[in-house]
């Protein structure tokens, strides 16, 4: 199904049951495996490849909580318009069953030559610079801005709101909860429990290699 006032190039392959929604665009020479959707005002660069199952252009996950009575407990969730766009880059190729959402005020951006695999979720304004590959299961969430030329592994989750520089390669199963302002590999995760005991055991954490350190002189006397 292609929708009204929407635009596909010159050399473009469809495969059965592509879903092009109102007012979308898709550069030149595109190939969208079986069971694409384009949401509307989804704009495609030129030789992008989507797999089987790919959603571009759904709503972000974007509610505000409204307290219905006087008991705080018994609030509703009231969803936010997203108004944004998803603008995807030339070179680019999407593995099978990843979604992108559309932004809400902003447009959820995608550079030249991104590489995703299969069964990413990329949330509402986040933006993914040129050249930058991404492996299966990956969760971003909105608004977070990854550099050029950066890898993330396997399975590793990216908070929102966040900041990667250029080149910043981030392992499998990594869980990235703050800023990254320096190029690099970043490994790590912590094991889950109450968030007011893992406060207190991180903090202890981050100190370690300093403890250990204080600990040489102690250990000589």
Not at 162 to 188: K, P, R
């Amino acid at each position: 199904m292609i929708g009204s006032e929407a635009c596909i190039g010159e050399g473009c392959i469809l495969e059965p049951f592509c879903v092009i929604g109102p007012n979308c665009k898709v550069g030149s020479n595109c190939h969208f495996y079986p069971r694409v959707t384009l949401y509307k005002n989804v704009f495609v660069g030129k030789r992008t490849i989507l797999h089987s199952g790919v959603v571009l252009g759904s709503d972000g996950f974007g509610y505000a909580s409204n307290f219905k009575s006087e008991n705080e407990n018994n609030q509703i969730w009231e969803k936010i318009p997203q108004f944004g766009r998803v603008i995807i880059g030339n070179d680019v190729e999407i593995g099978a069953n990843t979604t992108i959402d559309r932004g809400a005020l902003d447009d959820t951006v995608l550079g030249n030559g991104v590489k995703l695999d299969n069964l990413i979720m990329v949330g509402h304004n986040v933006k993914i610079k040129d050249h930058t590959a991404i492996a299966a299961c990956v969760g971003i969430a909105g608004s977070t801005s990854i550099g050029q030329y950066c890898t993330i592994g396997g399975a590793a989750m990216i908070s929102g709101h966040l900041i990667l520089v250029d080149h910043v390669h981030v392992s499998g199963g990594t869980a990235v909860i703050s800023d990254i302002l320096e190029s690099g590999q970043y490994t790590g995760i912590y094991p889950f429990s109450k968030h007011s005991i893992w406060k207190k055991n991180i903090a202890v954490l981050l100190k370690l290699g300093q403890l250990r350190q204080n600990l040489f002189p102690l250990e000589k006397k």
